[in-house]
């Protein structure tokens, strides 16, 4: 048992460094491709190109593909804008089980759109947020984790109020969102009661400003109040309804 323990440490280690290593080198090309070195975009496309069709490969030998797919919500693919290609693609992505476990649904056929309704995009990123607020101590996250707040490192007055970020952690960690199911359409009202909280940490008081919220306000502009007047405060009353609305749409069936 001891010698087992001991290959699996040292192969953690060893894809380790080699994930560093190979992380460097796409760097390096990156940062020589944008000043125009041809040899370096060259190479860039080549070793991605590789890496996609290795991954695919992968799938014909072992399910771990499958164990990582799951939770994702894209995929690298080989493009080409040719019908049969693209067929093929979405047949791949199918197959892997793309996204199964990301408690969204938006793989299936019909899936609401962010073209149609601003406020999937919101729910889509508050669902990225609070599932590593959740699973993950800040600490420890990745440069990938941190990508979907963005809106809370850019939005009106962050410099100066660090306090939020600890305050989402504590949402994820031990609060609210502590608490949550598994995401799906039975326990959508869950969630869309729970991530308000975390809704009013990352766009403020004044969220119909955010700009990250922009296409949400167009939506409603011409919100109403019981009076019938257009007001600020209708139009936001209306962009929280929708989006507390559409958890559901977003959330996959279960």
Not at 80 to 85: F, G, I, Q, T, Y
Not at 190 to 205: I, K, M, N
Request: proline share 4%; with cysteine; aromatic share 10%.
């Amino acid at each position: 048992m001891a010698d087992v323990d001991k290959k699996r440490t040292a192969r953690a280690l060893s894809v380790k460094e080699a994930t560093k290593e190979a992380g460097r080198i796409l760097l390096k090309l990156t940062n020589y491709a944008r000043k125009g070195d041809f040899d370096a975009a060259l190479a860039l496309y080549r070793l991605t190109s590789h890496g996609i069709s290795s991954l695919k490969v992968v799938t014909v030998f072992h399910d771990v593909v499958y164990k990582v797919a799951k939770d994702q919500k894209a995929w690298p693919v080989l493009f080409s804008p040719h019908r049969d290609s693209i067929e093929a693609n979405k047949e791949f992505v199918h197959r892997i089980g793309l996204g199964s476990e990301t408690g969204s649904n938006f793989a299936a056929p019909g899936a609401a759109s962010a073209r149609d309704n601003p406020a999937i995009a919101v729910v889509e990123t508050l669902h990225s947020m609070a599932t590593t607020l959740i699973s993950t101590p800040m600490e420890n996250w990745t440069y990938r984790q941190w990508i979907p707040f963005g809106s809370a490192r850019l939005g009106p007055g962050f410099p100066n109020d660090p306090a939020r970020l600890n305050a989402m952690e504590e949402w994820g960690q031990r609060g609210a969102g502590s608490r949550l199911p598994k995401l799906s359409k039975s326990t959508a009202h869950q969630w869309a009661a729970a991530t308000r909280e975390l809704f009013d940490l990352v766009f403020g008081d004044d969220f119909d400003t955010h700009f990250d919220l922009y296409s949400l306000r167009q939506h409603h502009s011409n919100a109403r109040d019981s009076s019938g007047n257009k007001t600020r405060a209708a139009v936001c009353a209306a962009m929280r309804k929708n989006i507390t609305q559409s958890w559901r749409s977003y959330a996959v069936k279960g």
